[in-house]
T-cell receptor
Framework: GENVEQHPSTLSVQEGDSAVIKCTYS??????FPWYKQELGKRPQLIID?????GEKKDQRIAVTLNKTAKHFSLHITETQPEDSAVYFC??????????FGSGTRLSIRP | NAGVTQTPKFRVLKTGQSMTLLCAQD?????MYWYRQDPGMGLRLIHY???????AKGEVPDGYNVSRLKKQNFLLGLESAAPSQTSVYFC????????????FGQGTRLTVV
């Protein structure tokens, strides 16, 4: 079945440095790739998404890249701040309209 | 406009008891989903629906049943709860199009003892 793998599971970076989270997916029919941020005790919320007709999308300090040939997509956060500390999930929209999530990355920002 | 609302927020069940979790959305969304979240395992899809009267299995459907009798509601049932079903359950909905954002409810923390 469809599968989304996410790495790393935990990531600790110095405040001001960049963070990168990587995902791979298995369903070649997937064409929508959202990223969600979940703060402790809260619901997941969308921070950025990308569709398969583009290779990169940027929104202020957050960017996502997509390589459809390799079935890879990545989240890049630059100039990290304490409020970036959270769990981040990648996901892929399958051909059956399912949304399959990766296992999550716990990002910690060190002061 | 409340978005996606889950009922209840917390529940403790004894092994073998049954219960129903309710997800209600007021955004006229076609697609609805039920996920469970366990530490280190992300969000795993239990069941989903692409419209009123339809349901389909996700990644981990065993031990759960669902119904979508009304477009705005998606019910998740546990017929005979087991400790392995202790988890945080999230409902999500999105418009009837792929490539659109899914909105999540606030979650239900279920403990089975």
């Amino acid at each position: 079945g469809e599968n989304v793998e996410q790495h790393p599971s935990t990531l600790s970076v110095q405040e001001g440095d960049s963070a990168v989270i990587k995902c791979t997916y298995s369903d070649s029919a997937s064409n929508y790739f959202p990223w969600y941020k979940q703060e402790l005790g809260k619901r997941p919320q969308l921070i950025i998404d990308i569709r398969s007709n583009v290779g990169e999308k940027k929104d202020q300090r957050i960017a996502v890249t997509l390589n459809k040939t390799a079935k890879h997509f990545s989240l890049h956060i630059t100039e990290t701040q304490p409020e970036d500390s959270a769990v981040y999930f990648c996901a892929a929209d399958s051909s059956a309209s399912k949304i399959i999530f990766g296992s999550g990355t716990r990002l910690s920002i060190r002061p | 406009n409340a978005g996606v609302t889950q009922t209840p927020k917390f529940r403790v069940l004894k092994t073998g008891q049954s219960m129903t979790l309710l997800c209600a959305q007021d955004m006229n969304h076609e697609y609805m989903y039920w996920y469970r979240q366990d530490p280190g395992m992300g969000l795993r899809l239990i069941h989903y629906s692409v419209g009123e009267g339809t349901t389909a299995k996700g990644e981990v459907p065993d031990g759960y049943n669902v119904s979508r009798l009304k477009k705005q509601n998606f019910l998740l049932g546990l017929e005979s709860a087991a400790p392995s079903q202790t988890s945080v359950y999230f409902c999500a909905s999105r418009p009837g199009l792929r490539n659109t954002e899914a909105f999540f409810g606030q979650g239900t923390r279920l403990t089975v003892v």
